[in-house]
């Protein structure tokens, strides 16, 4: 069974970068299982940009191929692949050059007033040339929607200046920045727990909340990135943007509307209130690490250096842990401790919420240790929501306690097939509707957060703590929370 869906009209779509890596993977999966559950209309039109001179014919194969593997057998039918073929062309340019825009034009000619994407997937210092180049071709209108691939910039400097040089040949209103977290089907969910139940909303603050952990922890490492993935480290890569959009979503006070605007204010007044980490706090308030060869799942895996293309030498950080704190009235106090990393010992991604311990126990010390309540949602995989309550272990011979979880694993519950995060941010933008992408402002805000923290790494001139792929990261990781007197959610239930 596939979920409900409400059909669009005709678009046109044009990739940049159409032969990369994540058009293959991501963009061309996703626009088939749209095609396929009938919700882009057949006289759309994809086409992809590259630099390279491949005929239509080289291109459908590679998109062949590319689908084959990502999308399942079972979903890939002859006909219905055929049809979604004929919907794409491939169109050789440079869009750096002022030259050569002429066969985009003539690929997109007739469109009329349909909804025209322009979906850049490439390096992000090119967002701001291909904009203009594809201004000066004539070929932005004002139903024109571009899409901008994370990372935005490497810094506020940079960020502010991509932003500057789309901003002046496309509004704000017509520019998507993704986040694909925010198109996960368990990152709405968080949306849906939180303002569509009134159970939560009142213990949602510094009066019942004792900490919040934000994990997502990856079993992969650098999967042939390590070019890109060397310049930016978990921090930019990871926390910048998918992390603090899951803080934003957690801290944000509710908004008054299910729409951009409303949304979006509600997200940047959180960044707004993270409290910048300064004058030498990076040392205690974060740990680094870089992973090591080890084993992960059983399978020996090498270190983080040997697979740099140039040599073994980097203090590139592939594992993070900060201690956010969000100032304001409902959090004050409330520690966020925020980690990520690559090769750890499983792919897991959770927000705990955890409340304050009872006030007073009643029990004597030999019924068992009363552990705190925790919310847990899962983000991946097995999404799903979990409330670890205290309840009496059954049996006769007086009082003993132990822990118990409510369980809801929503992909059983609904017995769907859950759409690609792609899937549903594709449809979001021939929509219209931006709720689900970052506005130029908390781009910049999280910048604004994240930048004294790469300063304070590069001032201490430490190099990342090692860990051993396949373990949680860095010993440092577990000091930093345990020094105030908590644990990791994964430690605390062993
Ligand atoms: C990307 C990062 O944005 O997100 C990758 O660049 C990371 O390094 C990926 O692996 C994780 O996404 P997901 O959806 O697999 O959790």
């Known amino acids: 069974m596939t979920a409900k869906i409400i059909p669009v009209s005709p678009f046109d779509l044009v990739v940049f970068g159409g032969t990369g890596d994540l058009t293959l993977r991501k963009l061309l999966p996703a626009l088939y299982y749209r095609f396929h559950d009938g919700q882009m209309p057949a006289g759309s039109r994809i086409v992809a940009v590259a630099r390279g001179a491949l005929t239509n014919w080289d291109y459908l194969a ?5 689908l084959a593997k990502h999308v399942r057998a079972a979903d890939l039918e002859d006909a219905l692949l055929e049809k979604f073929c004929a919907c794409l062309s491939f169109v050789h340019l440079d869009a750096t050059a002022h030259v050569g825009w002429d066969g985009l034009a003539k690929a997109l000619a007739d469109g009329g007033d349909r909804p025209r994407v322009f979906y850049l997937a490439t390096a992000p210092q090119l967002f701001g040339p291909i904009c203009q180049n594809a201004a000066a071709a004539g070929l932005v209108t004002r139903q024109t929607r571009v899409v901008l691939e994370k990372p935005i910039g490497t810094d506020l400097a940079s960020a502010r200046q991509i932003n500057d040089e789309v901003g002046k040949v496309l509004d704000e209103d017509q520019i998507y920045r993704i986040d694909h977290y925010l198109g996960k089907e368990s ?3 968080l949306l849906a727990l939180r303002f569509a139940n009134s159970l939560f909303e009142p213990l949602w603050s510094a009066a019942h909340i004792d900490n919040v952990q934000i994990t997502v922890a990856e079993s992969i490492g650098v999967e042939g990135r390590a070019s890109y993935y060397d310049k930016s480290g978990a921090l930019r890569d990871m926390v910048q943007n998918h992390i603090l959009q899951l803080l ?34 990076v040392n205690s308030k974060t740990v680094r690490g870089q992973y090591r060869a080890g084993a992960v799942g059983g399978v020996a895996v090498p270190s983080y250096l040997d697979e740099l293309p140039d040599g073994p030498n980097s203090h590139t950080e592939t594992f993070v842990v900060i201690r956010a704190s969000v100032e304001n009235w409902r959090w004050a106090g409330v520690p966020f401790y925020l980690r990520t990393g690559k090769r750890m010992a499983e792919r897991i991604s959770e927000i705990v919420i955890e409340f304050k311990a009872v006030p007073h126990s ?5 019924v068992g240790r009363l552990t705190p309540n925790r919310l847990v949602v899962r983000l991946q995989p097995n999404d799903g929501i979990q409330l670890f309550l205290m309840s009496k272990d059954p049996g006769p011979g007086g009082m003993r306690l132990r822990e118990g979880s409510l369980d809801i694993n929503f992909a059983d519950a609904f017995q769907v097939r859950y759409p690609d995060a792609y899937e549903r941010l594709l449809m979001d933008v021939v929509r219209g509707n931006a709720t689900l992408f970052m506005r130029r402002d908390e781009v910049e805000a999280a910048w604004m957060w994240i930048e004294p923290i790469l300063q304070g790494w590069g001032e201490s001139g430490d190099a ?31």
Not at 362 to 366: G, K, M, N, Q
């Open 62 to 66: 590679m998109v062949k191929e590319a």
């Open 187 to 189: 990152v709405q969910n």
């Open 248 to 281: 934003c979503l957690v801290a944000m006070e509710p908004p008054a509307a299910m729409d951009a605007a409303a949304v979006r204010d509600e997200k940047l007044k959180v960044l707004k209130a993270l409290k910048p980490i300064v004058d030498g706090e």
């Open 362 to 366: 009643i029990f004597p010390v030999s």
């Open 464 to 494: 990342p703590k090692p860990y051993i792929s396949g373990s949680w990261g860095p010993t440092a990781a577990i000091a930093l929370i345990e020094r105030e007197g908590r644990t990791w959610f994964e430690d605390s239930r062993h």
